[in-house]
């Protein structure tokens, strides 16, 4: 049992992230804000729906604003509760805004005792009729935002768009991190390979492929239902998608290839240099061509990943176990596919 150890693990942080990150609630978040736009010189009632809210718990306490940028914001005159998911906050909109844009996109920003502080990024859009910036300084009435609650408990951050596919983070990444792991790991026995010729290592090179593809496919599609909730299609042929696939058909060739020679020996050696190929066409399709071309994909095409808009405390709580853990099961997986295809050579020789 002790040699065996990392099995165990890999099963219980895989465990371990299906229950956290099904489980664990959203923090309160702000699903819509209507009218979404308005002119200015007017008082408009907003219409907000929130998510995870429970604002009747805390009626008379909950404020609202209005932010335009990290120095100027409004303040509701008043905001009245219609439900835990929905209330209404009225702002008077000065006649000229101190800026000198037509259309001025402002945050939403609530905050309850309750539910703590909840934002909707460019959730108001402001047209003036007119534009005089001079004006619209003198007319500006500044209210800071302070005394921001916090809520005390286990969540896992509102993202407007994602959502409750925020949890997808907890599986179609570390898959494909995983993925990468095993590439790299067959990369190396390759190499043993060449250097060596022992045919385990040949043996050991295709059973972590088998299971780094299998691993990329599920993080393709997995991927693939994400896109569809927060894209709006299964494939949108976004540069990302292209490049995987393209990747994940390279590495589907290396058994093709396998499947072309008799000769062990000369199987082995071109497998080996082959998936040594196949692992150097990863870096470029899928780190270097998305980061020059425009991508809705985090991390491509000038769009980060993992900051702290992607990743709170909480959610690498989940996050990076649920690497590990994919990959203690995929090199497990591995050494099941080396075992049975090292006893069907021994029958296949008796």
């Excluded at 240099?273 to 066409?281: E, K, L, M, Q």
């Excluded at 000038?302 to 909480?314: K, R, Y």
Aim: glycine letters at 8%; hydrophobic letters at 50%.
């Amino acid at each position: 049992m002790k040699k065996h150890w990392w099995k165990v693990l890999g099963v219980l942080l895989v465990l371990y992230s299906f229950a956290m990150g099904l489980l664990t609630p959203l923090k309160t978040g702000i699903l819509d804000a209507q009218p979404a736009s308005v002119r200015a010189g007017k008082s408009v009632t907003l219409l907000v729906t929130g998510y995870n809210s429970f604002y009747t718990k805390n009626p008379k306490e909950i404020r609202a604003w209005l932010k335009m940028d990290n120095e100027r914001a409004m303040a509701a005159k008043n905001v009245e509760v219609v439900g835990d998911r929905d209330l209404k906050a009225i702002f008077d909109l000065p006649q000229f805004l101190p800026v000198d844009k037509k259309v001025q996109d402002f945050t939403l920003i609530l905050d309850s005792p309750t539910d703590g502080a909840s934002v909707l990024p460019s959730g108001v859009f402001v047209t003036q009729d007119s534009i005089d910036k001079t004006a619209g300084e003198a007319l500006w009435q500044n209210a800071n935002i302070s005394g921001l609650h916090e809520k005390a408990a286990i969540t896992f951050p509102f993202r407007n768009i994602l959502g409750e596919t925020i949890r997808n983070t907890y599986y179609h990444v570390p898959l494909w991190f995983a993925m990468f792991i095993l590439f790299i790991a067959a990369t190396v026995t390759s190499i043993k390979y060449l250097r060596k010729m022992d045919p385990n290592d040949d043996a050991k090179a295709a059973a972590l492929t088998t299971v780094g593809i299998l691993y990329g496919v599920l993080g393709l599609v997995t991927g693939a239902i994400w896109a569809k909730n927060t894209w709006g299609a299964y494939w949108s042929f976004d540069v990302k998608q292209n490049m995987t696939a393209v990747g994940l058909l390279i590495y589907c060739a290396y058994f093709v290839l396998r499947a072309s020679f008799e000769d062990p020996e000369k199987r082995a050696r071109i497998s080996a240099v082959y998936n040594i190929f196949a692992f150097s066409t990863l870096i470029p399709l899928l780190y270097v061509i998305p980061k020059l071309t425009d991508s809705l994909h985090p991390g491509a095409g000038g769009n980060i990943a993992f900051g702290s808009q992607d990743l709170d405390n909480t959610m690498r709580m989940v996050f990076y176990p649920a690497i590990i853990g994919w990959t203690l099961m995929g090199v497990w997986m591995a050494h099941l596919v080396f075992r049975a295809g090292r006893l069907k050579r021994l029958l296949l020789e008796g």
